[in-house]
């Protein structure tokens, strides 16, 4: 469904996004992991046809994206980090209007609004002026915005971000059920726990560049072990802890007053013979390969 090679995204003299491939296939949910600034939106929008390609090759649905950005914008739908939902008309009309600007005539593109609003658990809700909807609804409506014109192919920048968790919770629930349905998404996101239940697929990137790329649980076996090992410890023992640590060749990251230690090749490190300090075992999340790959948190906010 997407194919991208070498792809370059310049505003002026700054390089967002620096030469990056990946392909997505149809059907699948692929997700972009990275912190603010990893030019994840940028790569987004020269999908989405709304930002022109500095280079590279860029192909949408077997579409030229760098010569024709006008007819991707037919084939897919798009939810951008900012709303942009109109204040002065209805939650229906909000979802119609769009379905128009896709050459919907008027009686399917009310029929696909009352579709999307039943969908996305807003059918009460129809009638409200946009400002009245919590927050929760508001991105609700704003993804079922991009269903309206039965796009093959789903674009959504941070779908979840700013939302509590039981808003997130049924984001993922719905999200999960279009996948079943075989649309293509392709998503952004910081939060790892997002990318691990959604994403089929996904890459890891940071200033621009993909560091790595897999299903989620390829990516943590291979970079962080089934299970990190955490090490606390003791009152005054952390230099003596740390250079254990580096003495033993330890890949670890010091987190708060813990050391995370990854496993190597899938299996889990023998942490036993470490003095001075507590040592407990979890499994390995994304949070830690994106330690791995850069020695830094995911978040930064
Ligand atoms: N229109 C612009 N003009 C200049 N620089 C820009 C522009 N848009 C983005 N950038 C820069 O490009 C880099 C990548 O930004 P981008 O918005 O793609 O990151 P992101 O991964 O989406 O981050 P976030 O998680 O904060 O949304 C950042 O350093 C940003 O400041
Ligand atoms: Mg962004």
Redesign the pocket.
């Known amino acids: 469904m997407v194919r991208a090679a070498g792809l370059v995204k310049k505003?002026g003299g700054?390089t967002?996004v620096d030469g990056i491939s990946f392909e997505v296939r149809r059907g699948e949910t692929f997700g972009m992991l990275?912190?603010?600034?990893?030019?994840?939106?940028?790569t987004l929008r020269m999908m989405s046809g709304l930002s022109p390609v500095s280079a590279g090759e860029l192909e949408i649905d077997a579409i030229d994206a760098t010569a024709n950005p006008r007819s991707i914008r037919d084939v897919i739908g798009v939810v951008s980090?900012h709303d942009g939902l109109d204040p002065d008309i209805s939650v229906r009309d909000n979802l119609t209007v769009y379905g128009f600007y896709f050459g919907l005539d008027r009686d399917i593109a009310r029929r696909r609004a009352d579709e999307v609003l039943d969908f996305f658990d807003l059918k009460s809700r129809g009638g409200d002026s946009v400002d009245d909807l919590s927050g929760g609804m508001r991105r609700r409506l704003t993804i079922a915005r991009a269903f309206v014109s039965r796009p093959r192919l789903v674009i959504l920048d941070?779908p979840t971000t700013g939302l509590d968790p039981s808003s997130r919770n049924r984001v993922w629930e719905q999200l999960a059920i279009l996948k079943n349905s075989g649309v293509t998404v392709v998503m952004?996101t910081?939060y790892m726990e997002e990318a691990a239940i959604l994403c089929d697929r996904l890459v890891i990137m940071d200033e621009g560049r993909i560091l790595g790329a897999g299903t989620p649980d390829e990516l943590i076996q291979e970079l962080a072990g089934a299970e990190v090992g955490q090490v606390r410890p003791q009152a005054g023992q952390r230099e003596s802890v740390k250079r254990q640590l580096a003495e033993g060749g330890h890949e670890s990251s010091e987190i708060g007053a813990i050391f995370v230690v990854r496993g190597v090749n899938g299996a889990r490190v023998d942490l036993s013979n470490i003095s001075g300090a507590r040592v407990t075992y979890r499994s390995a999340n994304l949070e830690d390969v994106f330690l791995s790959l850069t020695g830094r948190g995911l978040r930064d906010d």
């Open positions: 505003f700054f967002a990275g912190p603010n600034g990893a030019g994840k939106t940028s980090q941070e952004s910081h």
